[in-house]
T-cell receptor, first 114, second 112 residues
Framework: DTAVSQTPKYLVTQMGNDKSIKCEQN?????MYWYKQDSKKFLKIMFS???????INETVPNRFSPKSPDKAHLNLHINSLELGDSAVYFC?????????????FGPGTRLTVT | GDSVTQMEGPVTLSEEAFLTINCTYT??????LFWYVQYPGEGLQLLLK?????DKGSNKGFEATYRKETTSFHLEKGSVQVSDSAVYFC???????????FGAGTILRVKS
């Protein structure tokens, strides 16, 4: 069974479009995250949700809007896509706070904006 | 702010060579420290962790010791295999924080 799954795995789209990435975890965790990995492999937190409540928003443009319909799902909607949004986006989850809990990562969604 | 610095790669080794990847951190408190590994085309997996000073994390032949005096968490393996080729990330998290802060990642290539 896949612990953290993301769809789609690849997403190619044009500038100005709106797209969504979905994430689901079946681990019973109460905290979920979105990370962005750039072309140089650098990883940075974007958002963190705990029990469906937003607790971290790391100065991400407001074109990015996360939504957590329940504890098992955290989706990422991106409006008016720009070339600089091209990256790999990783969803992750943990039981409790990141400081004491291992984070489990999904396989990533490679977004290419042309 | 809190940060992690890793040695730059890529690191290229022959099979059975000794591996060290250096990692140092800057934090205002006492973080937990992690090594994650990313195999080609995959997400990250936790390799090992340490939550307090002098703890040693170990897994799959890899080891790292939390050194508070040098603010370091270097990754070592005595004999690498081709299957160890991957990107290795050092990361920290504060006790009451809710995010991982990653280093830039180190690409490891092991040749047979």
């Amino acid at each position: 069974d896949t612990a953290v799954s993301q769809t789609p795995k690849y997403l190619v789209t044009q500038m100005g479009n709106d797209k969504s990435i979905k994430c689901e975890q079946n681990l019973g965790h109460d905290t979920m995250y979105w990370y962005k990995q750039d072309s140089k492999k650098f990883l940075k937190i974007m958002f963190s949700y705990n029990n469906k409540e937003l607790i971290i928003n790391e100065t991400v443009p407001n074109r990015f809007s996360p939504k957590s319909p329940d504890k098992a799902h955290l989706n990422l909607h991106i409006n008016s896509l720009e070339l600089g949004d091209s990256a790999v986006y990783f969803c992750a989850s943990s039981r409790g706070l990141a400081g004491v809990s291992e984070q489990y990562f999904g396989p990533g969604t490679r977004l290419t904006v042309t | 702010g809190d940060s992690v610095t890793q040695m730059e790669g890529p690191v290229t080794l022959s099979e059975e060579a000794f591996l060290t990847i250096n990692c140092t951190y800057t934090a205002t408190g006492y973080p937990s420290l992690f090594w994650y590994v990313q195999y080609p085309g995959e997400g990250l997996q936790l390799l090992l962790k340490a939550t307090k000073a002098d703890d040693k994390g170990s897994n799959k032949g890899f080891e790292a010791t939390y050194r508070k005096e040098t603010t370091s968490f270097h990754l070592e393996k005595g004999s690498v295999q081709v299957s160890d080729s991957a990107v290795y990330f050092c990361a920290l998290s504060m006790e009451y924080g809710n995010k991982l802060v990653f280093g830039a990642g180190t690409i490891l290539r092991v040749k047979s």
